[in-house]
């Protein structure tokens, strides 16, 4: 079964930070780019950031730079997203995704974040609130 799953979302305080993960399973992420994003209630889907298969580049949102850092760990078949100063509108479910390229395609190109994953996973929860 191929699958991603996130990990690592919970309640935390405004100020406080939390790492996400995202692992898959019937498939490995080496060759994978791969999009965070979220979504709160009442609100579209928003590309939070990603990073690149082969020369990992990472890009943010503007709303996160600064504060969110992407990075996978091939060996460890995950990729983490770092948040730290969170605040209230940080709020969300938090989804990653993967997709292959074989061509020139990136996860973000002019102002836009990549959103035809192939593989999407389920979502963790982060709720920032005091």
């Known amino acids: 079964q191929v699958e991603l799953v996130e990990s690592g979302g919970g309640l935390v305080q405004p100020g406080g930070s939390l790492k996400l993960s995202c692992t898959s399973s019937?498939?490995?992420?080496?060759?994978?780019?791969i999009g965070w994003f979220r979504q709160a209630p009442g609100k579209e889907r928003e590309g939070v950031s990603c990073?690149?298969?082969?020369?990992?580049?990472?890009y943010y949102a503007d709303s996160v730079k600064g504060r969110f850092t992407i990075s996978r760990d091939d060996a460890k078949n995950t990729v983490y997203l770092l948040m730290n100063n969170l605040k209230p509108e940080d709020t969300a479910l938090y989804y990653c995704?993967?997709?292959?390229?074989?061509?020139?395609?990136?996860?973000?190109?002019?102002?836009?974040?990549?959103?035809?994953?192939?593989?999407w996973g389920q979502g963790t929860q982060v709720t920032v609130s005091s």
């Open positions: 990073i690149g298969s082969s020369d990992e580049s990472t």
């Open positions: 995704a993967a997709d292959f390229f074989t061509d020139t395609t990136t996860c973000y190109s002019g102002n836009d974040f990549y959103t035809a994953y192939d593989y």
């Open positions: 019937g498939f490995t992420l080496d060759y994978f780019a």
